[in-house]
């Protein structure tokens, strides 16, 4: 999710010169993203454990349909500024970006349709140079380092860190204070992960981030950013009253090294505890991406995740299940027993250069092997200690 990058681009750019009307920086966008996850054990209940994008084995899927109207602000500019963000999606994808009392209940079936982002954007000139950015409104969760944008991220399939220890959607209001060229304070509040206002909360407390991150060190080659975040997070329906003030706490710092101008290394840490589930997670994740031709990068992504009780990594067997567990209502769901998770993933980005109005196209196959570290047989059915899967994925955007 590249933290900041992904609350307000750093670089946004609208058209600014005198004259020229504010709605001449509204663009459109289109991306269509479709893929398979193949696993020679084909387990009976058609899942890959651990998975939640690219979960169902050895079937081919439209992952998502995003349709994107947007009018960026410009921080190059001293100025008050107004924009905003409008996406839509229709695909797998939806059934776990869904947001309770939002979208949960528009389509239930396998694709489903969500509006993963739709926010006001403002630049505000206050308390520095380079001000304020304030967004209000759905918004992608800022933590980690893979977004939700298949388009933005080496992989098909995402880490455990990724699915199981970050947000993906908020309802509320995110800030961005950048207080030099070097240095941007990030704080903000919502509902809850998944969860909106009234009837789609699924307890009656707030949630919210605070953060630092450096997005320019060592001359621009290091970027280094931490993002906290408390609140409770669990259902009341599931755990009762104490639901309400169980705090959830996330905490995750990530660094990115451009080392050459082709080699890109990253490392995330990611620390989870929830007081009312009596859970913690602990994980490490390595990133390597290198260019070996301006249109193809090798890449490397290897992993370590702790699940101190099993309750943190789910497998949803149906559907409606991610969204049920959110909302705390019974869901068909597999967990396995406390486990140290280890996985690897390589794989290939091929992304050529393309025209007659395309914008980008990918082509990403990967090789990914997961395995208990502690003899613990999550995997296939709960029937083994390890599991293959062979991913492949096209993207192309408009």
Do not use: C, K
């Amino acid at each position: 999710m590249m933290a900041f990058a992904a609350t307000v681009p750093r670089h946004a750019h609208a058209a600014s010169s005198v004259g020229v009307s504010w709605w001449d920086a509204v663009t459109v966008g289109a991306q269509i993203e479709g893929g398979i996850s193949a696993n020679p054990a084909r387990p009976a209940n058609g899942v890959n454990f651990g998975a939640l994008f690219g979960d169902r084995a050895n079937q081919p899927q439209l992952d998502q349909i995003t349709v994107t109207v947007a009018r960026p602000i410009d921080e190059t500019r001293a100025a008050y500024q107004v924009g905003f963000l409008l996406r839509g999606l229709y695909g797998a994808d939806g059934r776990y970006f869904n947001i309770a009392g939002v979208s949960d209940h528009a389509l239930t079936g396998r694709y489903q349709v969500v509006p993963v982002q739709a926010h006001i954007d403002l630049h505000l000139p206050w308390l520095s140079a380079h001000g304020l950015d304030v967004q209000t409104g759905i918004l992608a969760a800022p933590m980690g380092i893979e977004t939700l944008d298949p388009a933005t991220r080496p992989f098909y399939t995402l880490a455990y860190t990724t699915e199981f220890s970050t947000p993906f959607e908020h309802v509320g209001t995110m800030a961005q204070w950048h207080l030099d060229d070097g240095l941007d304070v990030l704080f903000g509040v919502d509902t809850g992960n998944q969860v909106s206002f009234g009837g789609g909360d699924n307890n009656r407390a707030a949630a919210g981030y605070f953060g630092l991150g450096a997005p320019s060190l060592a001359g621009g080659r290091l970027a280094v950013v931490y993002l906290g975040r408390v609140g409770p997070e669990d259902a009341v329906r599931a755990l009762g009253s104490s639901a309400n003030h169980a705090q959830r706490f996330w905490n995750d710092l990530n660094l990115t090294w451009h080392a050459t101008d082709r080699l890109i290394l990253t490392g995330e840490f990611n620390v989870l505890h929830d007081e009312g589930l009596r859970a913690d997670t602990v994980s490490v994740v390595s990133f390597a991406s290198y260019s070996l031709t301006p249109t193809l990068s090798l890449n490397y992504r290897g992993e370590i995740f702790r699940d101190s009780t099993g309750l943190i990594v789910t497998g949803f067997l149906s559907d409606d299940a991610y969204m049920r567990a959110v909302r705390g209502l019974p869901a068909d769901t597999q967990n396995a027993p406390a486990t140290t998770y280890g996985a690897l993933t390589l794989g290939v980005d091929w992304h050529p250069a393309v025209r007659h109005g395309v914008q980008h196209f990918r082509l990403r196959p990967e090789i990914r092997f997961d395995r208990s570290l502690n003899g613990t047989r999550p995997f296939n059915d709960l029937r083994d200690t390890g599991m293959f899967t062979f991913g492949l994925d096209a993207i192309v955007g408009f």
